[in-house]
Each structure stands twice: as structure tokens, then as C-alpha cells.
């Protein structure tokens, strides 16, 4: 992989881990407390939505953190070692982790009548958000549970042609 594309990346993954600091530290609370402030009888339901908003970004966090290792690795040529399996692990436990906040999430606002300041089209959204959120989680995990199996066989086909040279 060339030098300048994954220089490219690491900006990226930089540049949306700073964002997602930024959200947890600052928008994500903000704007909890304005809407509560807007509509008092969310405020039960501030803290634990704020608490997984965070914890849901961090698990993107820690995937991307995964990401810039493996490219590390890709930079060493040394992708094809059992090494690299941690790290994809890695981003499969934390897109796991985030896909059941989904979930928990999709079953809470399905399940619970949350108060809606106009018509319920806000909770209505914000279950078809959740919803979809745990199609795409579960999607991911999936293709990178593939991947892993991919690694798994190149790995085994980089080791046997070591032995053979």
C-alpha cells in the first residue's frame, strides 16, 4: 500500500476520533440538557441515552485505533502474521459492542411510551435510526468476520510458501 494513501488514512482516523471526542465532551451533553430543557419529561431518560450515545462512539474509537494498527502492520509488510488477528478481533468485539447498544436501544424505545412534545414523530425516527443501526452493526460484523477468515487463509498461505522458499 502505498506510503502517501496511508498517511491519508491516518488523518482520517485521526480527524474522526478527534470529532468523536468533541461529541462526547461537548454535544452529545449539550444536547441532552437543551432538550430537556426543551421537554422536561425526557429527563429520565437523559442520562442512560447520553451514556450510551458515548460508549456507543467509543466503540468506533477503539475500531479505528485497531484500523491504524493494522495499517502499522501494513506499512511493516507484516499484515500475514498471527498478530494482525488481535486487532481485527478487535474491531469485531467493539462493532459487537456497539451493535447490542443498538439493539438495547431499538428494544427500549419499541417497548417503553417515551412522552413526545408533538406528535411521536421524533420517537417514531429515532426507533427507525435504532433500527437501522443494528442492521448496518450486524452487517459489519459479519463482512468482518469474513475478512477475518480471509486473513485467516492468507496467513496459512504466506506461512507454507515460508517454508517452501
Given at each position: ?12 482516523i ?5 470529532f468523536g ?7 452529545i451533553?449539550t ?21 450510551v450515545a ?9 475500531a479505528?485505533?485497531?484500523v ?6 501494513v ?21 459487537i ?9 431499538t428494544g427500549?424505545?419499541?417497548l417503553?411510551?417515551?412522552p ?16 437501522a443501526?443494528v442492521?448496518v ?21 504466506q ?6 522458499v
Amino acid at each position: 500500500m502505498h506510503r502517501l494513501f496511508i498517511a491519508a488514512l491516518r488523518a482520517g482516523i485521526v480527524a474522526v476520533i478527534l470529532f468523536g471526542l468533541f461529541g462526547q465532551i461537548v454535544v452529545i451533553p449539550t444536547t441532552a440538557a437543551d432538550e430537556v430543557d426543551h421537554f422536561p419529561p425526557y429527563a429520565p431518560f437523559a442520562a442512560p441515552y447520553v451514556t450510551v450515545a458515548i460508549v456507543g462512539i467509543a466503540c468506533v474509537q477503539v475500531a479505528l485505533a485497531a484500523v491504524w494498527m493494522l495499517l502499522t502492520m501494513v506499512e511493516r509488510d507484516a499484515i500475514f502474521t498471527p498478530r494482525a488477528f488481535r486487532w481485527v478481533d478487535t474491531i469485531i468485539g467493539s462493532s459487537i459492542v456497539a451493535t447490542l447498544l443498538a439493539i438495547g436501544i431499538t428494544g427500549h424505545l419499541a417497548l417503553t411510551d417515551i412522552p413526545s412534545p408533538d406528535d411521536g414523530m421524533e420517537v417514531i425516527g429515532a426507533l427507525a435510526a435504532a433500527t437501522a443501526s443494528v442492521g448496518v452493526g450486524a452487517s459489519f460484523v459479519m463482512l468482518i468476520v469474513i475478512m477475518r477468515s480471509l486473513l485467516h487463509k492468507a496467513t496459512e498461505l504466506q506461512t507454507e510458501i515460508a517454508e517452501v522458499v
